[in-house]
């Protein structure tokens, strides 16, 4: 542990707990402005909770601690997400999500660094996060700072020239302190990513550039502990990636059986349904 960190945990709430808390702001704040990237958000809250309740190193009260892995949400559209996860981890106060997506709010639709404690990159537009992320992690590098850089970003990013642009730089500085995260749901703008421009196959590809790859199913708890901390201890001198399968809507079943495409319509009166059908499902 470096010196100074926070012990984990903060508090004994399990991950199980804090993925479902996550998945509820998720939807209150859905609720709030009636509309939200909420398939993605329910997809991606069991990566999001084992990041910040397992694997990172923060504190809450100083979000630009010098010491702190760095968090990139590469993907601006999936703000929402990353959002309920910070209030979770009390970065963000919970009763702010009331102001979600409104002017002057502090929680814009698409993540904006300027805006937002803990958002460490403005990330709208697709293919930049693992670049930007290649930057910082040799930045801490060249000032001996041992902490990590966790990217996180979507299996549309992986069509863009840029995301390997960066692997391959990455592996060639033989970066160590790199994680890169992806959310394979399997779902971009016009349809599943498989039938769009096909990845596949992935692992071999990711190893091919020189990266150490894992891929675990996204929405098993026990799954994403083990690959984060498997990432964290290689002693390999290369970039690492998990590859998370993760399905939208997970944890609310008359969603996840919506023919989901990119954007998932919620009706007016759906949103407290999602919340109550969440809330009976309880933590998984
Ligand atoms: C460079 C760039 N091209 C296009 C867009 C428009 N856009 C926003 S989200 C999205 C879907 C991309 O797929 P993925 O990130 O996997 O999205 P998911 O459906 O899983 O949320 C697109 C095309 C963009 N933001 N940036
Ligand atoms: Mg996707």
Sequence with gaps: MRLGSRPVPMSNLSLEQRAHNIRRNSLRMGEVQGQ????????????LAVA??????YRPEDPEWEGRDRFLLSIGHYAIALYAALMEADVLPVDELETYGMDDSRMPM?????YTPGMEITGGSLGQGLGIAVGMALGLKRKS????????????ELGEGSTWEAAMVAAHHRLDNLVCLVDFNNQQADGPSTRMNSAEP????????GWHCQ????????????????????SAPQPRVIVFDTRMCKGVPFLEKRDITHFVRVEADEWAKALAVLDEGGPQ
Excluded at 36 to 47: C, E, K, P, R, T
Excluded at 52 to 57: R, T
Excluded at 145 to 156: E, R, T
Excluded at 215 to 234: C, T, Y
């Design 36 to 47: 939200g990237y909420i398939g993605q958000a329910l997809g991606i809250a069991d990566v």
């Design 52 to 57: 910040y309740f397992h694997a990172l190193e």
């Design 110 to 114: 698409s993540g904006m660094a300027s």
């Design 145 to 156: 700072n041992p902490a990590f850089v966790y990217n996180l970003m979507s299996d549309g």
């Design 202 to 209: 992935l692992v071999a590809k990711w190893e091919a550039f």
């Design 215 to 234: 891929r675990v199913d996204g929405n098993d708890l026990g799954a994403v502990v083990r690959a984060f901390d498997a990432a964290r201890e290689l």
